[in-house]
Nanobody, 125 residues
Framework: QVQLVESGGGLVQAGGSLRLSCEGS????????MGWFRQVPGKEREFVAA????????HYADSVQGRFTISRDNAKITLYLQMNSLKPEDTAVYYC??????????????????WGQGTQVTVSS
């Protein structure tokens, strides 16, 4: 069974940086498309970034383009999200997700089968 565990969240001032990590439990995840989503109370979970199994293809939400970078280390079965120039509106619970659809770097929640438990990111103004 695939399990994903996020870490690296916390409290940071606006303009600061954080790096989130998501460790997977099975080597098969190395072949999966991986993504980051975020959610604030009362709102839908929204797409942040996604990366193909090889790392060659990435997609970003317009709101984070140029500030966030998604990457992966398949040898460590770990996904990363480097977040720079953070803004208060980036405050949310961040979730990593995995999709076995290796030919598509999806941006929709229903394209991902496996989810982590989430990690809180709070950006103070």
């Amino acid at each position: 069974q695939v399990q994903l565990v996020e870490s690296g969240g916390g409290l940071v001032q606006a303009g600061g940086s954080l790096r989130l990590s998501c460790e997977g439990s099975a080597s098969t995840i190395s072949w999966y498309t991986m993504g980051w989503f975020r959610q604030v109370p009362g709102k839908e979970r929204e797409f942040v970034a996604a990366i193909s199994w090889s790392g060659a293809s990435t997609h970003y939400a317009d709101s984070v383009q140029g500030r966030f970078t998604i990457s992966r280390d398949n040898a460590k079965i770990t996904l990363y999200l480097q977040m720079n120039s953070l803004k208060p509106e980036d405050t949310a619970v961040y979730y990593c997700a995995a999709s076995p659809k290796t030919l598509r770097v999806g941006m929709k929640r229903n394209e991902y089968d496996y989810w982590g438990q989430g990690t809180q990111v709070t950006v103070s103004s």
